[in-house]
């Protein structure tokens, strides 16, 4: 039995209740249980399509859910699961951003860059697949291909969110972008062809570099683009004020 | 549903985006709830965590602090009741920006600071719906709390 926290703005829907105990095992069921139980509070954290609403964060014993496995975060017993609300606003007409969690994605450039550097120096072309694989599942999941590395160094307090305000789709599609060089990389491996297939590694690993330490992601300029000519599909314009593309910068 | 502040409040509340501005100032409205009536005690101004070159039109508070301030309330005997923030050199209405991110129950009061003076300001509520925001009477009373 786990509990979650609901915030002061939230209580009118629970009967007055800040504290709710669950039988959920996860971030998500724990959610759907408390909505079936109060339907009132259902429409207040998931929008018609069902999409939690943006100013919705859970903390999972002080720790954003984000960083851990979103909804899929495994319950324990005695757990306490904090809904927080976003407080954001402001005059401008803007498309609804959310909290994009940087760090994570550093992170995952950073151990995608390593492995496949070490991939080219030791010769060992078995790994290029392993990376276009993960790259491609975390497209596929919407999450970081080395996710699981930066779950670790969370745990041991090595490193610290950075929520930015911004659309996680084009880093979702230049993920995919990455993933696909290093699947067409692996198939010139196979085809006898390694100059071939360590170029477009090295179109990865420098396209990585530039978004790791420039803070330049090529792939979500692309998208960007793909939206200004009116791609279907790819429905968010870049953030106002910065370059298509360009990091937005940390909140101080 | 009305909100009540004291002069002496918004003063201060004044006072918060007249120094911020140009950027956006915000922070969160401590009180009590009365029925249909939020009196707002107390104001605590909050840092803007917004991406630095677009405070000019946005604001937005980390949502630890917002465990912090309910912490807080709660010690002090009282409930968060609302957030206020000002929109520089733009009238006290709701934005598109400010629907999305619109919280359910809390009162929105926005100040318009105008060339770095906050002039009017106007409450607002999420309509349960999602679907817009609606004033609410805001009646700023002369004597203190």
């Given at each position: ?17 800040g ?7 996860t971030?998500?069921?724990a ?20 999409q ?24 324990s ?9 976003s ?16 760090s994570?994605?550093?992170?995952s ?20 697949p ?5 790259m491609?599942?975390g ?8 996710g ?16 930015i ?5 084009p ?12 699947a ?16 477009l ?9 530039l ?7 090529v ?16 429905i ?10 360009q ?6 | ?10 003063a201060?509340i ?36 917004f ?20 912490d ?5 005997g ?68």
């Open positions: 039995m786990s509990s979650i926290r609901v915030p002061t703005a939230l209580r009118a829907y629970t009967g007055g209740q504290e709710v105990a669950v039988e959920a095992v971030v998500g069921a959610l759907q249980e408390l909505a079936v139980r109060f339907p009132a509070l259902a429409t207040h954290l998931f929008s018609p399509e069902g939690l609403r943006p100013y919705v964060n859970l903390f999972l014993n002080d720790e954003d859910v984000r960083s851990l496995a979103g909804e899929h975060t495994p319950l017993e005695g757990d306490r699961l904090m809904i927080l609300p407080v954001a606003g402001g005059w401008t007409m803007s498309t609804s951003l959310k909290a994009v969690d940087h994570a994605l550093q992170t450039m950073a151990v995608r860059m390593g492995a496949l550097i070490a991939a080219f120096v030791t010769d060992q072309t078995w790994l290029v392993i990376v276009a694989a993960l491609l599942i497209t596929a999941r919407g999450k970081p291909d080395f699981f590395a930066y779950r670790a160094l969370r745990k041991l307090n090595w490193i610290a969110p950075d929520l305000p911004d659309n996680p789709e880093h979702r599609f230049a993920l995919g972008v990455g993933g696909t060089l290093l067409a990389a692996t198939v010139a491996f196979i085809a006898g062809l390694p100059v071939v297939g360590w170029g590694t090295w179109v990865v690993i420098a396209l990585t570099g978004n790791l330490f420039a803070g330049f992601c792939g979500c300029a692309v998208y960007y683009w793909l939206n200004r000519i009116g791609m279907p599909g790819f968010k314009a870049p953030p106002p004020g910065i370059i298509p593309g990091r937005p910068s940390r909140p101080e | 549903m009305s909100l009540r502040v004291s002069s002496e409040l918004m201060e004044g006072r918060h985006g007249e120094e911020q501005y140009p950027e956006e100032a915000a922070g969160l409205l401590l009180g009590a709830v009365d029925g249909e009536t939020r009196s707002a005690r107390r104001v605590l101004p909050l840092a803007n965590v991406d630095s070159e677009q405070r000019g039109r946005r604001y937005l508070i980390n949502p630890l602090d917002i465990l912090h301030a309910e807080e309330a709660e010690r002090v009282m409930d968060v009741v609302g957030v206020f923030h000002s929109h520089p050199d733009h009238p006290p209405t709701p934005s598109k920006f400010d629907l999305d991110w619109a919280v359910p129950w809390y009162v929105y009061l926005i100040t318009s600071v105008r060339e770095g003076v906050a002039s009017e300001s106007r409450a607002w509520k999420l309509q349960d719906d999602h679907s817009q925001m609606i004033e609410e009477l805001l009646t700023v009373e002369q004597e203190a709390r």
